[in-house]
């Protein structure tokens, strides 16, 4: 029986991951059924079980807590190799099933009636079943109700999976909105921080252009002072350049952004264009530990909007303390690129921990927090298949980032 339900998984499993069958949302009708069908039988328990590779799983239950069994000792293993309602009477008596752990021990089946869950593309999924704790016989009127409860099982399951796909489509489509929207609002809290990147280069330039008009009305014209002051107006102009690009890039349209190779130092630097001026008005001592220069392939706006999350989380939850202080520490661990960045704030309360996740979870006063920092961060992480986490054992608050495999050291490439 095994070999034979073995060597059909393949379909049965490409079955199960199309029809969402091991997901657990969108339960409810699976549970009415099982409700429904424990009832009309008067037995103790009622489940879907849905064959996988190598263990059956119960995706809806009644009266029993084991979430599955291995298919070797499973009654629906038999069930779904054959077209009809399969019946076991009396389990103890019967050849095939007497030694069996679920009639020996837990959950005492004596009774079972199980019939097959066939796809719509055919391909038989699991069984919808009942069992008792006692012999007992089956009548023609509950062997019609499993068979046409089965073909209703067959539409519910299709169904469910279009809804799960729609929604699915949906939420991506949502996020990647909300992706843009927090974009825009952190720009605007970072506004007075880039006027002032812009505003101090801005000084420089007029007070080179003053000196180079003085040293022009000057007879004796010092050529070399004049072309200094010249160089140094180019130099900060481009520095000036660099900051609108920067922003640019930042405000643009990312989330369809194709990766690109850039070095952790780009990335770094884009986001302490952004940050500088926060650290330096509220006085936070900011410590930066590259162990070696890498190359990663990556969405580097995204990768850069994290980090821009991180250091305004960090900086808004340490400006009120007596140490300020923040460090972003970069590594590599086993192929992957890990990123810690840790405050001197003394961790997160256990109570919100599981929250900050969440999509508008914020403590902070109305105006100052949407609450999708977080949660846009781990999904452009995820997008990286990666992830970001809140790291629960460290004494000072940090959150990392692990990115994949597609990191180099930048060595490699100048080789
Ligand atoms: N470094 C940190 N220290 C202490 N608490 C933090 C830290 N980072 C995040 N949090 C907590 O997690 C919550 C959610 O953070 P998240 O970045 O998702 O939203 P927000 O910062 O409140 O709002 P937004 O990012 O939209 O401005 C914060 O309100 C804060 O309570
Ligand atoms: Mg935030």
Redesign the pocket.
Known sequence: METQLKKNSQDRVAEINRLFLFTDEDKYFFNQIVDQTAKIFNVPISMISILGADEQRFISKKGISADGTPLSIAFCAHTILNKDVFIVNDAQNHSLFKNNPLVTGDPHVRFYAGVSIISKKNVPLGALCVIDHVARNISPHEIHFLETTSQLLSNVIENRARDIKRKRRLLNIYRKRMVEA?KM??LGEMASGIAHEVNNPLSIISAKVYQTKTILKNSDININKANECLSAVDDTVFRIANIVKGLKRFARKSTQDPHSLVTISQIVDETLAFCKHRLLTKSIRLDIQIDEEYLITCNPTGISQVLI??M???I??IKGLDEKWIELKITKVNGRLIISLR?S?KG?PQA?VEK??NPF????PIG????????I?KGIIEDHGGRLFYNQGSPH?E?IIELPETVFPATLMTA
């Not at 979870?361 to 902070?364: G, R, V």
């Open positions: 927090s609002a952190s999350n991180l305004n989380n960090a808004d939850a405050d704030g997160i919100i900050i996740m979870f914020t403590t902070k100052h927090g949407t609450g999708l920092g977080l949660s961060s608050t959150f």
